[in-house]
């Protein structure tokens, strides 16, 4: 490293701190100076600011403003200082790093990749030389009044191992390569991966149009220790799923626990009404039919039933609106007749309604 050709104003601060033997402290309001200086040609102003980025004793904010200034620059000295520090991860100073971290993913070519990886693994190493350390000096000590500290502790890592491994998913999963896919399927079936882990990997999964992901489904769902797993990730994801063998799979499977079935069956419905295959009318026929389904759910379902725009469907979903307790769905019924654009369709809707009120009256 080249010794520092500061700008007057910083050779003034270097000047006064000399007097006073202190180490000079830059301010931001000088990083920008030396920011506008370069802007305007004066080239030797970089190594000020790489001095200064790598200074341990200027101020954060300082060291993060001139890092700022150096990636705008994009001068090749700086950027090989940013990658060094990143990659090995100097100092730990978390909020540095992070902005470093910033800098880099403003310019994105595999080697600054390469840095961040490298340097969370660095990172992560020295946390853990110091972590050991730290555990092996508690060894010698009296640690009866700590038993609760280290449990938190313990839980701490705990907490978050699991948040990384949710973060490594996450990554995954934003990567188009289908290469991730058997990873994620693997996260997915991995038992002593955490349930919200693996449900995240499954969410992932069922957004990716890929043929092993609809395979792992079918045989997760023949596999009673998945099903649950299954189902947690089908009540937050269902709706993006596109394969419409899944769904249909998955709505036989769920049969059990009414609170919960019923939830499932209504994020299902709205999921089925994505589909013009005919094959998921009977399911949808089913639902609009059975007062066991909450109201909006079967609402769901008469509403997708509509995108079909097939009598054949009115014409198997009209006796149900002689009963009285099906009137909640004429809105819906009338919808569907107006879509068919059939006014004999229209006319037996109405004989069923005054059917319904009939019996309404005539019934204690």
């Excluded at 940013?82 to 990659?87: C, E, L, N, P, V």
């Excluded at 972590?131 to 502790?153: D, F, H, S």
């Excluded at 004999?344 to 109405?350: S, V, Y």
Aim: some cysteine.
């Amino acid at each position: 490293m080249k010794r520092l050709i500061y700008l007057p104003i910083v050779l003034s601060i270097l000047a006064f701190a000399a007097c006073s033997s202190k180490v000079a402290t830059i301010t931001e309001e000088d990083v920008e100076e030396l920011r506008v200086d370069y802007n305007k040609g004066n080239l030797e102003t970089i190594e000020n600011m790489m001095a200064i980025y790598t200074d341990p004793t200027q101020p954060i904010e300082t060291r993060i403003a001139v890092l700022q200034a150096m990636a705008e620059t994009k001068h090749p000295d700086a950027m090989k200082i940013i990658h060094d520090f990143m990659a090995q991860g100097v100092g730990l100073n978390y909020g540095l790093l992070t902005a470093t971290a910033s800098a880099l993913t403003a310019n994105p070519t595999p080697e600054n990749v390469e840095a961040m990886v490298n340097g969370l693994i660095s990172a992560q190493r020295k946390y853990i030389e110091f972590r050991t350390a730290v555990m092996a000096k508690l060894e010698t000590t009296n640690i009866t009044l700590q038993v609760e500290q280290l449990l938190n502790v313990y839980q701490t890592e705990k907490e978050n191992y699991a948040l990384m491994q949710e973060s490594l998913t996450r990554v995954l999963g934003s990567a188009e390569n289908d290469k991730v896919v058997p990873i994620l399927i693997n996260i997915a079936k991995d038992r002593s991966v955490s349930v919200t882990v693996r449900s995240l990997a499954l969410e992932i999964l069922g957004k990716k149009q890929h043929p092993l992901v609809t395979k792992t489904f079918i045989e997760m769902l023949g596999n009673p220790e998945s099903q649950q797993q299954i189902k947690d990730f089908a009540l937050q994801a269902i709706g993006d799923i596109k394969q419409a063998d899944v769904i249909l799979a998955l709505l036989e499977t769920f049969n059990a626990g009414k609170d919960e079935y019923f939830q499932m069956t209504e994020i299902l419905t709205r999921a089925l009404g994505n589909f013009s295959d005919p094959v998921v009318v009977p399911t949808l026929v089913e639902i609009t039919q059975s007062a066991e389904f909450p109201l909006k759910t079967r609402k769901d379902a008469l509403v997708a039933l509509t995108k079909f725009n097939d009598p054949e469907i009115f014409k198997q979903l009209l006796p149900m609106m002689e009963n009285p307790r099906n009137y909640v769905l004429f809105d819906e019924m009338t919808a569907m007749a107006s879509a068919l654009g059939d006014a004999e369709a229209f006319n037996k809707l109405r004989q069923k309604a005054f059917e319904a009120q009939r019996k309404a009256m005539v019934t204690p």
